[in-house]
């Protein structure tokens, strides 16, 4: 009876492990309109007040409540709602994607300000987050930097609207 059992459970494991490892994220789960309810810094212990600027344009802080635009054809917006405190509102343009390296998800974008759409393979600098999870209406991904010698994330929850 117990040799059942354990063949039940390994046979059910199996079947979970590869279904789970086979899936990749699709270009449609991101698209629509989204809000980052929280953008912060993961890994910082202690009382250190760590203030950075997120993908090259203002504080991190200036991300909370920011509007993001993935359409399908993937040239798309995100917004700086905030003013002050070194926020720079605004809409900035962007090129997205999605890819799976190695199974792990990534959410992709390069900046367009300025830049026709149709140039858009000529920008060379972009920036790869990590999606940590996707789930009904919500996203989270995370962007490396380095601190002290070690990786600290930034954190940005996206609701959709």
Not at 28 to 40: D, E, I, M, P, Q
Not at 75 to 97: D, H, L, P, Q
Not at 107 to 123: I, L, P, Y
Request: charged share 20%; aromatic share 12%.
């Amino acid at each position: 009876m117990k040799r059942i059992y354990l063949l039940a459970v390994l046979v059910m494991a199996v079947t979970l492990w590869s279904c789970s490892s086979t899936k990749k994220l699709q270009k449609g789960t991101l698209k629509g309109n989204w809000t980052v309810t929280s953008a912060r810094i993961e890994g910082v212990t202690g009382n250190a007040q760590l203030k950075t600027t997120a993908f090259d344009d203002v504080p991190v802080e200036c991300f909370n409540g920011s509007q993001w635009s993935l359409p399908n054809n993937g040239f798309g917006t995100y917004n700086i709602t905030s003013a002050g405190n070194g926020c720079m509102a605004g809409e900035r343009r962007i090129v997205w994607s999605v890819r799976t390296i190695n199974g792990i998800d990534y959410f992709n974008f390069k900046k367009m300000d300025g830049v026709k759409n149709s140039k858009a393979h000529q920008v060379e600098d972009g920036y790869s987050l990590e999606v940590t999870s996707v789930g009904d209406g919500a996203f989270t991904a995370r962007s490396p930097i380095a601190f002290e010698g070690r990786t600290i994330y930034i954190v940005y929850n996206f609701v959709k609207q």
